[in-house]
């Protein structure tokens, strides 16, 4: 037991820091006197008093964390933290452990799923709460403690190894780990900032533009409103809301390389740049088309929804600004279909990443000219470079993974009661971090129909997606466990 007092030192460290973000909507509610500071107290101390404890009682073990920690520590995060996130909404609103878990768990993995109603009428301080996780969950907490542990003397690299998203996790940005942990969070802040101020300027009150900057940046999909951005039905707020979408939808890190170098020359060298934004734009003009020829809208009104909801989906957001859940099929689940892999690696989205699907149709045009040229030598190339062999197999395992366990958790959905496209599409919203599916868990409605069990079910595929799949399966193996 005493070889992972490391592990319980870093995760006291970070609880304790948490419980420091609650103070946010805690002074926020004690301005506005919303009624619900009484729940972040005792939320508060909780977390805090944990984490003080934690970190207490395995303060002399001052080692640096190896591999199999920086896993752990990971998993600890994300399943963990979620209980102390959903302490206000079980002390506030009176929800349940598992739909107040849900809802942590949604928020922190930037899924935007909810189980919530009435958010109009709920206590401001809550909804901020909620689009908070978010924010912070957009870049990852396990990167922000590597920009910190340091100075505690907690090393970072393996921590944040396993918790950056994408095949390709070895380059660094910057000689040392907590300078790139800062500057991606430095980038990440300065956009937040420019994105607050822009939907202010479009037309959101200073409350609404923050929350809605939270959930814009972290990819969440979290809204103040029930209707989300139909609550304006402004042409200008999604127009603004677009563009910080797409920028987030994009690697975080060849953002942070163009800033630095003030030259969008980074982008130009991307390989995912321009396949996300070339499938996203052709997306848009094809399902304005279709809602068009089907007679859903006149074609101009057809192209400002779809740009609005097809970027929103396929960036894995999950704003809505209406109900498309009522267009004809074709357009939601191919929008579905994009929240699988258009985001870039490195980006707060969800889904394979854009690298994986790139990789995977070279791979496959690959064997289609070994079938045809049985001697022929045709490397996949990504950027101009070869790809190894290694991430080749890797990838091919993450996409087996991915579809067994799409196909799996639909099973065992349907077998608890749901109708199939209900079942399919809530697994795949999960899994993709993209918040609503179709059917009954559509834009217009909530998760809240769901059964515990359903819940539950839908819990575990947002970590899984959120994690990548190998990261939480690594520490659920036997194997991980022997000396």
């Not at 768990?105 to 189980?115: F, I, K, N, Q």
């Not at 070869?386 to 067994?404: D, E, H, N, S």
């Not at 959120?466 to 520490?475: A, K, N, S």
Request: proline share 5%; net charge neutral.
């Amino acid at each position: 037991m005493q070889r992972y007092y490391p592990v319980v030192r870093v995760f006291g460290v970070l609880l304790t820091g948490f419980a420091l973000a609650l103070l946010v909507p805690w002074t926020f509610s004690w301005w506005i006197d919303d009624g619900a500071r009484s729940a972040y107290d005792e939320a508060f101390l909780l977390t805090f008093g944990t984490g003080v404890s934690l970190w207490w009682f395995s303060r002399r073990e001052t080692h640096d964390l190896k591999v199999r920690d920086g896993f752990l520590m990971v998993v600890l995060v994300w399943t963990v933290l979620p209980v102390f996130a959903a302490l206000p909404l079980i002390l506030q609103l009176g929800v349940s452990f598992t739909d107040a878990y849900f809802e942590a768990v949604s928020g922190l993995t930037t899924t935007g799923s909810t189980v919530l109603s009435g958010l109009d009428t709920m206590p401001p301080s809550i909804n901020l709460w909620r689009g908070l996780l978010v924010w912070l969950g957009g870049m990852g907490l396990i990167v922000l403690a590597v920009a910190v542990l340091p100075l505690l003397g907690i090393g970072g690299r393996q921590m944040f190894k396993a918790e950056t998203p994408g095949p390709m996790k070895d380059s660094q940005l910057t000689p040392r780990m907590a300078q790139t942990a800062k500057g991606l969070w430095g980038v990440y802040l300065a956009v937040s900032i420019a994105c607050a101020i822009s939907l202010r300027w479009a037309g959101m009150s200073w409350f609404d533009a923050v929350m809605h900057t939270f959930s814009t940046m972290g990819l969440g999909g979290f809204s103040s409103h029930d209707a989300s951005f139909g609550y304006w039905d402004s042409p200008a707020i999604e127009a603004v809301t677009i563009v910080f979408m797409l920028l987030a939808g994009m690697n975080f890190a060849t953002l942070f390389l163009a800033v630095s170098g003030r030259s969008p020359r980074p982008y130009l060298h991307d390989p995912e740049a321009g396949y996300f934004l070339g499938v996203t734009a052709l997306s848009i003009v094809g399902v304005a088309i279709y809602l068009d020829v089907q007679g859903t809208y006149p074609f101009l009104t057809a192209l400002r929804h779809a740009a609005f909801n097809v970027v929103s989906i396929a960036t894995t957001t999950g704003f809505a600004s209406v109900d498309y859940n009522l267009w004809p099929a074709f357009a939601p689940l191919w929008m579905l279909f994009l929240s699988s892999f258009a985001t870039s690696a490195g980006s707060t989205g969800g889904g394979i990443k854009m690298i994986r699907a790139i990789i995977l149709y070279k791979q496959v045009y690959r064997e289609l000219v070994r079938a045809m040229h049985p001697s022929a030598v045709w490397p996949v190339r990504v950027g101009g470079a070869p790809v190894p062999q290694g991430i080749l197999t890797a990838v091919l395992a993450f996409g087996f993974a991915y579809m067994c366990i799409i196909v799996a958790l639909t099973l065992l959905m349907s077998l608890s009661g749901l109708d199939i496209v209900t079942a399919f599409s809530a697994v795949v919203a999960s899994i993709n971090n993209t918040g609503p599916g179709l059917n009954q868990v559509g834009p217009a409605t909530t998760y809240e129909v769901l059964t515990d069990f359903q819940t539950w079910i839908c819990t575990i595929a947002m970590l899984l997606g959120r994690l990548e799949i190998f990261t939480l399966l690594v520490v659920l193996t036997p194997a991980f466990w022997r000396r």
